[in-house]
């Protein structure tokens, strides 16, 4: 094994996923092999002969029974990723939801195997837990391999300040894609790309895929289709259930729905973990004492629901709920839809927007609704504002105080007691990086192609501060995403979902029920939701008992 980007016999890093080689390239026992070997057949891959190819859906399962197949990256000059050898087997994540693969992989020599086609081995992952406990934690390590070293990447190109390419970062990294990013305002562009479009590339981003086509500028959903990253649906076919949002509530649903043998299928407008997907870091949930963000924690959620057998379509944002005669179709961006006997609406919430000049102009070019390490890397050496008084707001600071150079909290209210986990209060407070500003708002915003400076004032003194801030993260408030809806379940005064008795005849088994017969709403976008991840969750596991009971025959 060789990573592109490491010279032969340097040492790596105690925390990459290639240095726990047991881990992420174990080998199986005997006995493993030969319960293995009853869901497929034995088979030779003749030397230099390909299993798989970089973006082919769905591909085969081997272990090797003795030879050597080799894993690479046919866009980073071919450079091997890992070689497998008697006991070992191939593959990665996309075997456990059929996207595009990543990575090639060739026979060293005339290797025997035995080999799984895609459906059987799923009926394996299903049937034979310490094997499935096996390879979902080598999978899930190997694309962790694969993201820390840019392989089976996909390149970007554009200016590091510009919105559009901190959208497809940020679009791409939440979606667990390994990336390469070329700043076209520091580094060369090499000199194929400047041929392909003879001038220079200006503030847009370009996306260069593997199969050398280059996409200027793109749609998250125009990326995620030609990256193979939603799955291909059957327009024919019904599924029981639909959960509209991939936020913890959603994933939770599914995992439940999936793994009690309903068909599902999750349709989320951009990546999985919703807006706890963006948080640094989630101290207080149950069974993480040493806390985990929140991009870790959809990850794995994401990939034990497609464990169960739960189908994702990502980025295709619910645009219509239809209701048709005893069937609900959800229509997509893109002029996609989808069919089930039960939806479960679970679109969360987004962040407020500021009603000040200049806002849009600056989003994504300096004003910023989330708190990661790209994020991490802009603020570097800055002073920032934050907005807002929650628990977001705080973990956000903290988190951003490590490489920003002074962090400044704006609340309206005295102080950060109100909204905000005791725990977190009392480290904003001590640290020395971080200044809070009660009774404070945003008063202007100014700059040219980005964001330059922020002016505040208080309240009640009138006193006006300006300074040269380049980042500026809003995180105040919330605002339902019911807009899809249109008009078929109830609403309160907020937009948020109403459920329980008072607004639906059928929900004497639910407080989940809408006041549409076979609709459900969990997590934050439900009325009176308490807005923690751990209660989504909860209310995610909890309504598929009510699905049930809903598709139980009469």
């Known amino acids: 094994m060789r990573d592109t980007d490491i010279?032969?016999?340097a040492a790596l890093d105690p925390t990459d996923p290639y240095a726990r080689e047991g881990q992420t390239f174990p080998r199986l026992s005997k006995d493993q092999i030969e319960r293995i070997r009853a869901y497929g057949r034995e088979d030779v891959i003749v030397q230099n002969d390909v299993a798989y190819e970089r973006g082919q859906r769905r591909v085969d399962f081997f272990v090797v029974l003795d030879g050597e197949l080799q894993s690479f990256d046919p866009t980073h000059d071919g450079t091997p990723i890992h070689t497998y050898s008697a006991g070992e087997f191939t593959g990665e994540v996309n075997l456990f939801n059929g996207r595009h693969s990543l990575v090639s992989v060739?026979?060293?020599?005339?290797?025997?195997?035995?080999?799984?086609?895609?459906?059987?081995?799923?009926?394996?992952?299903?049937?034979?837990?310490?094997?499935?406990?096996l390879v979902m934690r080598a999978y899930i390590l190997r694309r962790v391999g694969l993201i820390r070293h840019g392989?089976?990447?996909?390149?970007?190109?554009?200016?590091?300040?510009?919105?559009?390419?901190?959208?497809?970062?940020?679009?791409?990294?939440r979606n667990a894609y390994p990336i390469r990013v070329i700043d076209t305002e520091r580094e060369e562009i090499p000199?194929?790309?400047?041929?392909?479009?003879?001038?220079?590339?200006?503030?847009?981003p370009l996306v260069a895929l593997a199969n050398g086509r280059f996409l200027t500028n793109p749609s998250n959903l125009e990326v995620a289709d030609a990256l193979g990253l939603t799955e291909e649906i059957p327009s024919d076919h019904i599924f029981d259930v639909i959960v509209v949002g991939a936020g913890p509530a959603g994933l939770a649903a599914a995992v439940y729905a999936a793994s009690e043998g309903l068909s599902t299928l999750v349709v989320e407008a951009s990546a999985p973990g919703g807006q706890a997907g963006t948080s640094s870091k989630i101290e207080n949930y149950l069974g993480f004492p040493t806390g985990i963000s929140g991009?870790?924690?959809?990850?794995?959620?994401?990939?034990?629901?497609q464990k169960f057998g739960a189908h994702l379509a990502?980025?295709?944002?619910?645009?219509?709920?239809?209701?048709l005669e005893k069937l609900f179709e959800v229509r997509m961006e893109g002029e996609g839809a989808?069919?089930?006997?039960?939806?479960?609406?679970?679109t969360g919430a987004r962040y407020r927007r500021l009603p000040l000049e200049w806002r849009e102009r600056?989003?994504?070019?300096?004003?910023?609704?989330?708190?990661?390490?790209?994020?991490?890397?802009?603020?570097?050496?800055?002073?920032?504002?934050?907005v807002g008084g929650g628990n977001s707001a705080g973990q956000a600071a903290l988190f951003l105080s490590s490489s920003a150079r002074h962090v400044h909290m704006l609340v309206r209210g005295d102080g950060l007691s109100e909204s905000m986990s005791d725990y977190l209060v009392e480290r904003v407070e001590r640290s020395v990086k971080i200044t809070v500003h009660p009774r404070c708002e945003i008063t202007a915003l100014a700059g040219d192609r980005w964001l330059r400076t922020v002016t505040w004032a208080h309240l009640q003194s009138g006193q006006v501060v300006t300074r040269d801030i380049p980042n500026l993260f809003l995180m105040i408030g919330a605002e339902p995403n019911t807009q899809w809806l249109d008009g078929c379940v109830k609403l309160d005064a907020q937009g948020f979902v109403a459920t329980g008795a008072e607004v639906a005849e059928w929900a004497s088994f639910s407080p989940f029920a809408t006041s549409c017969t076979g609709v459900f709403a969990v997590g934050d976008v439900r009325s009176g939701s308490v807005k923690r991840v751990a209660s989504a969750v909860g209310e995610g596991s909890v309504v598929v008992h009510a699905i049930h009971q809903f598709l139980k025959p009469a």
């Open 338 to 346: 989808a069919r089930a006997r039960a939806i479960v609406v679970a």
């Open 362 to 386: 600056f989003e994504g070019q300096g004003i910023h609704y989330a708190a990661t390490a790209m994020e991490a890397q802009l603020c570097a050496g800055e002073e920032i504002v934050i």
């Open 106 to 133: 060739c026979a060293v020599t005339d290797t025997r195997v035995v080999r799984l086609h895609w459906c059987d081995f799923r009926r394996l992952i299903a049937s034979e837990p310490d094997i499935s406990e």
């Open 314 to 323: 990502i980025a295709r944002a619910a645009v219509k709920l239809e209701c």
């Open 7 to 9: 010279p032969a016999g």
């Open 151 to 173: 392989q089976g990447a996909v390149t970007l190109f554009g200016p590091s300040h510009s919105g559009d390419l901190m959208r497809l970062k940020t679009f791409l990294v």
């Open 191 to 204: 000199s194929q790309i400047m041929e392909r479009f003879g001038q220079p590339l200006g503030d847009s």
């Open 295 to 305: 991009e870790a924690l959809a990850g794995r959620a994401q990939a034990q629901a």
